[in-house]
């Protein structure tokens, strides 16, 4: 009978380094809640020694076809979202930056999971539901979505996979198909682990604090800040932002305070000051306008930036941007490729011809 590896073997397995795996769609527009649960967390993890970690990051496109998408626009948002992510810190020479669908390996190693991987596995996840609920006709790759999420992390051998609080239940999903594979065809992959921020892991919408700002939302006004949003377009959502009506600025459980929480919230995870600090700094506010005003500024402090960075990287022919992209896939695929092999050579198939 097999056994997971523990944490030192696997360190070794991965060259000695810690290998951290994120992924992230070019469906709509990234917004402050990808930012402050995901991509901080990956461009802190990236800046630590290199001979410790090594990051690879994905922009998932064929995730991104679960639903309908148009053409020219997935083009252009994957494109976007490269330049995006660049901007925000993820250095293309440091981290394994790629587009998913760039290695094949993905959707091959995603087939050989699934038929490990039961139905009643998939029928539980959470996001599927939501997401069922919502559409007329469901695709089955609606269904077997987290198995390719799990593909992306095994076929790197990741130690950690770093995402916003909503993803918790996919890298779980995740480690149980790993478990599984392992038991049945003797010892292949890791068994990452979710590390989810402790502040930031889940903001809410502006326009709705009970519901988590989303890209499918983002298109409606206010519902979100997006990372391309101008100075002007970030005060006027933040001062709309839906809030109760009392005066006390502090963190709080309770419904009713939801916005204030989230406004809070957003506040400590851009400055990185504790929930006390922050409470603190608004002792002497004279209501939810300075509240509203003050979030404003640190949010446009550190979204401005980004958004001309990655205006600067899409201006002109690209050429910058598509050698990046050919980088990240090379050295992606140099990885996954003999890992789809030890795959292909414990379920039994024959070696492919050359
Ligand atoms: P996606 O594209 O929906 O989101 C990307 C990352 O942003 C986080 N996030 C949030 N964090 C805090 N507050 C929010 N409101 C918020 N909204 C989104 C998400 O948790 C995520 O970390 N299935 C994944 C992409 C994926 C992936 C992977 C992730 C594909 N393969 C392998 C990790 C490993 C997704 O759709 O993320």
Known sequence: MSRSPNQDETR?????RRRIFSGIQPSGSLHLGNYLGAIRQWVRRQDERSDEVESFICVVDLHAI????D????????????????????DPERTTLFVQSHVRAHTEATWMLLCATPLGWLERMTQYKVKAQRQESVGAGLLTYPVLQAADILLY??????????QKQHVELCRDVAQRFNHLYGETFVVPEPVIPQVGARIMGLDDPSAKMSKSDSAARGHAVLLTDPDAEIERAIKRAVTD?????RFSDDPEKAGVDNLLSIYAAVT???????????????GYGDLKKRVAEVVV????????????????DHRELDRLVALGAERAAAIAEPKLAQMRERLGFLPAPR
Do not use: K, M
């Open 272 to 286: 990185g000051r504790s929930r006390a600090e922050c409470e603190a700094d608004f002792a002497d506010a004279r």
């Open 71 to 90: 053409p020219e626009s997935l083009r252009r948002q994957t494109r976007e979202l490269f330049a995006l992510l660049i901007a925000c810190g993820i």
């Open 66 to 69: 679960t639903l309908p998408q």
């Open 245 to 249: 009506s009392g005066n006390e600025i």
């Open 12 to 16: 070794s397995a991965a060259h000695g």
């Open 157 to 166: 051998d990741a130690h950690e996979v770093p995402v916003g609080e909503d």
């Open 301 to 316: 402090d550190v979204v401005g930036p980004i958004r001309e960075r990655a205006a600067e990287l899409l201006r002109g």
